[in-house]
């Protein structure tokens, strides 16, 4: 299996993180989001993955997937064990919910490719963007917060006492709301449950740090 990544890439620290739960054996191929203007805007990459982003991923039969929640969604289903969508279908459905507050509230909006057009194209200072950034992380988190501080089924982790989807989503936001310097003060629960995750294994080896291309 190949995963293609950038190491301060959060989709792809979702995707290791998945891989590393289940166990697998996978070799991670570095595309640098910034140098020489961004290597997944090359043309051999882009035939491999159109939306030049990462992560890509290849699986042992050569199946190319895109999208981390596809990806991981994928590898429950083909690799179920340990689950990261376990439960009812009403439990999972909570897991997926979580999840997406993230990937698709979250996260899009202080992407790379939308932090680039605020400074290249919109002429945004370096401050604004921070702001913006900041802006739109937090509020995200905080609303993520009252709602696991609103259900039941949160644990040690987001949905019980195992790490699930949610959790594989939840780390890595929370590592970009840090390098930004974001003020996570009163998500008392995000952060307990983002000290939880890093206490195992799977999820320290995901890290950015620990990456082959990491600077």
Avoid at 169 to 194: E, K, S, W, Y
Wanted: net charge negative; proline share 5%.
């Amino acid at each position: 299996m190949k995963l293609y990544s950038f190491f301060r890439s959060s989709a792809s620290y979702r995707v290791r993180i998945a891989l590393n739960l289940k166990g697998l054996d996978y070799d991670v191929i570095p595309v640098h989001l910034v140098k020489g203007g961004g290597e997944q805007l090359s043309e051999s990459y882009r035939k491999l993955n159109p939306n030049a982003l990462v992560p890509t991923f290849i699986d042992d039969a050569g199946a190319v997937l895109t999208q981390s929640l596809a990806i991981m969604e994928y590898l429950d289903e083909v690799h179920p064990e340990p689950l990261l969508l376990p439960g009812s279908a009403l439990d999972r459905a909570h897991i997926r919910s979580l999840a997406l507050q993230i990937a698709c509230d979250i996260h899009p909006l202080n992407n790379l490719r939308i932090l680039r057009y605020l400074t290249r194209d919109l002429k945004v200072s370096e401050d604004d963007k921070n702001a913006w950034y900041r802006h739109w992380c937090v509020s995200g988190l905080a609303a993520l917060e009252a709602t696991l501080v609103a259900d039941s089924r949160t644990g040690t982790f987001c949905a019980g006492e195992k790490p699930t989807l949610a959790d594989c989503c939840l780390v890595p936001q929370v590592a970009n709301a840090q390098r930004f310097d974001c003020d996570l003060t009163g998500m008392a629960t995000v952060m307990r449950i983002h000290t939880a995750c890093l206490d195992l294994d799977a999820f320290a080896r995901a890290a950015p740090a620990n990456q082959p291309d990491a600077e």
